[in-house]
């Protein structure tokens, strides 16, 4: 019985993961599945740094741009659709490459998501308005009352992890820490990591050089046109987030862009941070020779 390989392309925004997966695609003459929870959305391109038309025409790509900003899409319909599409795809191709620095998300299709309870729709929407309305701070004291092992382990900075860890809490009376299991479930493809990386500055420098080019690309338009809908979960992201702040009047134009660079910055931190605790990656610097992934990744397949 032959084996079927998922490449998975990881590491910290503005590395060139990309740029990589296109190569990768390419070679091993394949397609490429996206992980970036923001690059689904159509109206999400300048801010995600979603590929280029010209990126999209050198491989077929799939979960880009294909959902709008209202729709509601969350990390376990993922799961199951690229697992649905992973088995149609390695009908033909033995190797599929997947990119994305969203780390659930990566985890979602390599490792599989701990069976959690139907979440009451009122709770969500209930939790959503309280962020919206009072902040974060909140809702982390919650949080840490009802479910201090998940306070202390999961990204307690991202409104979505705090938001779902309560829901969980509140729709089940037990704590979402209960439901962790962390067993990996079983997948008929053997998945080889690659991640890149760089020496702090370097990424730092990378993310702020994105930055300057998504404004001068009219990153401040598209978030005008997404003005009326800033209270969706789905732009609650950097790069849009900030400019909203700008657009109300809040913040001078200036000081959003620094608070762009700045939490991306943060991002790409906790990036490598949850990145780094898988031990099977592969790492590379970000300047690689091609040849050297692909006899990274041969080598991984004839073991």
Not at 32 to 46: G, K, L, T, V
Not at 93 to 121: E, Q, R
Not at 125 to 141: H, I, V
Not at 205 to 221: F, H, K, P, S
Request: net charge positive; hydrophobic share 40%; aromatic share 8%.
């Amino acid at each position: 019985m032959k084996t079927n390989y998922l490449i998975s392309i990881v590491g910290p925004t503005a590395i060139g993961k990309t740029a990589l997966s296109i190569k990768l695609a390419s070679h091993f003459n394949t397609e490429i599945i996206s992980a970036d929870s923001r690059q689904f959305y159509n109206e999400m391109q300048i801010g995600t740094a979603a590929p280029t038309p010209s990126e999209l025409a050198a491989a077929t790509h799939h979960f880009i741009k294909h959902l709008s900003v209202d729709h509601y899409y969350n990390v376990g319909a993922f799961e199951k659709d690229a697992i649905a599409l992973l088995d149609k795809l390695h009908q033909k191709h033995k190797v599929v490459v997947m990119v994305g620095g969203s780390g659930l998300y990566v985890n979602a299709v390599t490792k599989g998501l701990d069976d959690l309870p139907k979440i009451d729709v009122a709770t969500r929407t209930l939790l959503n308005t309280r962020y919206q309305n009072e902040g974060l701070k909140p809702l982390q004291a919650q949080l840490k009352a009802l479910d201090p092992k998940a306070y202390k382990t999961i990204a307690i900075d991202n409104p979505q992890r705090v938001i779902r860890a309560l829901e969980v809490c509140l729709s089940s009376g037990k704590p979402y820490s209960s439901f962790l299991k962390g067993k990996d479930k079983t997948r008929a493809f053997k998945t080889i990591t690659i991640g890149l990386t760089a020496e702090r500055q370097n990424i730092y420098d990378r993310i702020n050089q994105r930055v300057d080019l998504m404004i001068t690309e009219g990153l401040l338009d598209e978030v005008k046109q997404l003005k009326p809908m800033q209270h969706l979960n789905a732009l609650n992201t950097v790069g849009y987030k900030e400019l909203f702040n700008y657009l109300d009047g809040t913040w001078d134009l200036e000081f959003a862009i620094s608070e762009i660079k700045k939490n991306t910055r943060r991002f790409a931190k906790r990036q490598l941070t949850w990145f780094k605790k898988n031990e099977n990656t592969i790492w590379f610097d970000y300047q690689y020779k091609l040849e050297a992934i692909v006899a990274a990744i041969k080598l991984e397949m004839d073991s």
